[in-house]
């Protein structure tokens, strides 16, 4: 059967060992074709659950003395994230802080492992947050910053840094090498046991943000030998606006690196309150403060859906969800003028694709106000569309596509103005 046959999608769901996940989350409008869910996830109905017991059993009849059973949340969190979509042992992962805080600690950290080392290394398309963190790092401790111009096609493809890529920039002054498992707009994933054993055999260390990958794909963090990673909770993690982050700091290097936030819940002997900072072993060491409680349990539950589907069956469906939408691209949106600028490799992606075209920011509000598809725009010229496996039907990414081919067909997406919003 032709993917541009509903019937298509059809099958696909009625196939779909994951098809129903979809009810298990908010759906207010189901006409809505929701592309987004690699920006912000749906809300799971066990969040809510969730949510309201722990302000009704705990919070509120338990105030202070819940601190007793509150406080390590953290590491279990991170213990069960790290089993359901990151593919590591426990013990190497906390749910804590913003994914900037965590990149911020983590490269810091791997900097100062490698004293005397002064290059740091990262690439042009990498998540802005990513890269003005490590232009301000290489400003207070006069380091060289070096950025793969990766947004050259003539340097990368899709903007995915290989092995082939890196390796000219690779020497023995270099400390730090930090990338996207997923590039936030291409889409491009990268092979990271490859290049952290290239970086490793030069003695520097890699740094992951996953943050466009948890949730997705398998990391097999343990299995790829990486030695840390950070990433957000609340793409395909769907833990909700703002939920806190992750970071992953292997066994291995746990007690070497020291992050530069020396916080009290990283002190060992926390409450004795003492002069002097002391680390704690393992990864509470790596930990700064107080956990944000109900953002963790957003976390739990959220997870605890990811871990029961099963991260492989997630990753299968992330890369046959990406495949309908370039067979679409093909018939439909190629012919228009749209250009694909996402491998079709499902080893070299995920779980969104992006589409270039040179109105792709009215096309995208056009497609939000006039069609009830929610896709992102992100400069200076991409669609991005993504399948989030648990909360996504396929028949709702075919309808997105099949809308979004009218809207450029016709021309009607000239009719829209700005979207109104600073968020795009
Ligand atoms: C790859 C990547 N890194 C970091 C961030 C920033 O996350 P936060 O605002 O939680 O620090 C984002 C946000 O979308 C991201 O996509």
Redesign the pocket.
């Known amino acids: 059967m032709n993917a541009t046959d509903r019937e298509y999608a059809q099958e696909l769901d009625r196939n779909d060992p994951l098809a129903h996940y979809k009810s298990q989350f908010v759906v207010s409008d189901p006409d809505m074709c929701y592309l987004d869910g690699n ?1 912000l996830g749906r809300l799971p109905k066990a969040t809510i659950t969730a949510i309201n017991e722990f302000m009704t059993r705990e919070w509120g009849p338990e105030v202070v003395t819940g601190w007793g059973h509150w406080v390590d949340e953290a590491q279990p969190t991170g213990d069960l994230l790290a089993a359901a979509a990151l593919g590591a042992g426990p013990g190497q992962t906390l749910v804590c802080d ?4 965590n ?1 911020y600690q983590l490269c810091l950290a791997a900097i100062h492992a490698r004293p005397g080392r002064k290059t740091i290394i990262t690439d042009a398309a990498n ?1 802005p ?2 890269r003005y963190i490590l232009e301000g790092i290489a400003k207070q401790f006069k380091l060289n910053l070096l950025i793969i111009n990766n947004e050259d096609s003539a340097i990368a493809t899709h903007e995915r840094i290989t092995p082939e890529v890196l390796a000219p920039y690779l020497n023995d002054d270099v400390a730090l090498v930090t990338l ?1 498992v997923i590039q ?1 707009r291409s889409g491009a994933r990268s092979d990271m046991k490859a290049i952290t054993d290239q970086v490793r055999a030069i003695g520097g260390l890699v740094v992951w ?1 996953a ?2 990958a948890v949730g997705a794909i398998n990391l097999n963090l343990d299995a790829n030998g990486v030695d840390l990673c950070v990433g ?1 909770t ?2 395909y993690g769907n833990s909700g606006p ?1 939920s806190p ?1 992750w970071l992953y700091v292997s066994t291995r290097i746990q007690q070497e690196l020291q992050v530069p936030i020396q916080g009290w819940f990283a002190q060992g002997a926390q409450f004795e309150m003492g002069p002097v900072f002391e680390k704690a072993d393992g990864i509470r060491g790596f930990q700064i403060a107080s956990p944000s409680l109900m953002g963790i349990r957003c976390v739990q539950t959220a997870f605890s859906m990811i871990k029961e589907a099963g991260i492989d069956l997630v990753e299968v469906k992330a890369g046959l969800g990406t495949q309908m939408m370039i067979e679409l691209y093909d018939a439909w949106l190629k012919p228009l003028g749209v250009e694909l600028n996402t491998s079709r490799n499902p080893k070299e992606r995920g779980g969104h694709i992006s589409l270039v075209h040179p109105d792709a920011s009215q096309i995208c509000v056009a497609l939000r106000q006039i069609a009830n598809v929610i896709p992102d725009y992100r400069t200076p010229n991409s669609i991005r569309l993504a399948i989030s496996p648990l909360a996504t039907s396929y028949v709702e990414v075919w309808d997105g596509f099949a809308r979004m081919r009218d809207l450029i067909e016709s021309g009607a997406y000239k009719t829209v103005k700005e979207g109104g919003s600073r968020v795009t």
Not at 98 to 101: F, K, P
């Open positions: 920006s913003t994914t900037s805080v990149f998540f947050t990513d996207e936030y943000d943050s466009h957000c609340y793409k703002g982050a």
